[in-house]
């Protein structure tokens, strides 16, 4: 499947393919992370979250990654759909501040 | 059970105007934040409420105002507005008290010309 190490604005696949989308975020203090989906016209829905004790995080089709000691965060998604195209942003919270969202990743599957 | 609500969808003022955003968060739900979306800065946190109180605000200057009312429906206010302020302008309300669980509303797009 597709990956990629540093984000990338547009990640383009083929339906069936497994996308890995990846997110740097900026503050080592951060203890809640999110990944969310917007599709156009929406506002960003919620796919999978993960906490700062743990490495890792599956959902359906959807497995989140967390590396603190780098600070990245990626999410991959299994057998992507046509339906999964869409901008994908991760979002960082500390407890008792704002999230603050990365730059999107358009993800385009193609059939 | 019903989602979060934006109103109005689209809009669109002059500058110097002032612009008035009403969201109404899932029933329960006490926190309301409010963000800034456009295609250049991204998504900009402008402020968050819970219990009618401002809990945390972003970076935005003093144009950009916001409430709570205690049926938790929460308004923001832009005056003399700018260019730059045309963005889609998100919602998102969560029971928890901040960050965790939010969920958006569709926004309101507001074009200033």
């Known amino acids: 499947g597709e990956s990629v190490g540093l984000h990338l604005p547009t990640l383009s696949v083929q339906e069936g393919d497994n996308s890995i989308i990846n997110c740097a975020y900026s503050?080592?203090?951060?203890?809640?992370f999110i990944w969310y989906k917007q599709e156009s016209g929406k506002g960003p829905q919620f796919i999978i979250d993960?906490?700062?004790?743990?490495d890792k995080r599956q959902g359906q089709r959807v497995t989140v990654l967390l590396n603190k000691t780098v600070k990245h965060l990626s999410l991959q998604i299994a057998a992507t759909q046509p339906g999964d195209s869409a901008v994908y942003f991760c979002?960082?919270?500390?407890?008792?501040?704002?999230?603050?969202f990365g730059k999107g990743t358009t993800l385009s599957v193609s059939s | 059970k019903a989602g979060v609500t934006q109103t109005p969808r689209y809009l669109i003022k002059t500058r110097g105007q002032q612009v008035t955003l009403s969201c109404s968060p899932i029933?329960?739900?006490?926190?309301v934040s409010w963000y800034q979306q456009t295609p250049g800065q991204g998504l900009q946190f402008l402020f968050e409420?819970?219990?009618?109180?401002?809990?945390n605000k972003g970076n935005f200057p003093g144009r950009f105002s916001g409430r709570q009312f205690s049926n938790s429906r929460s308004e923001m206010n832009v005056s003399t507005l700018e260019l730059g302020d045309s963005a889609l302008y998100l919602c998102?309300?969560?029971?928890?008290?901040?960050?965790?669980?939010?969920?958006f509303g569709s926004g309101t797009r507001l074009t200033v010309v």
């Open positions: 503050n080592s203090a951060s203890d809640y």
């Open positions: 998102a309300s969560s029971s928890a008290r901040t960050g965790v669980g939010y969920t």
């Open positions: 993960i906490r700062s004790n743990m």
């Open positions: 979002a960082e919270t500390q407890a008792g501040t704002a999230l603050i």
């Open positions: 029933s329960g739900h006490r926190s």
């Open positions: 409420y819970f219990s009618e109180t401002q809990r």
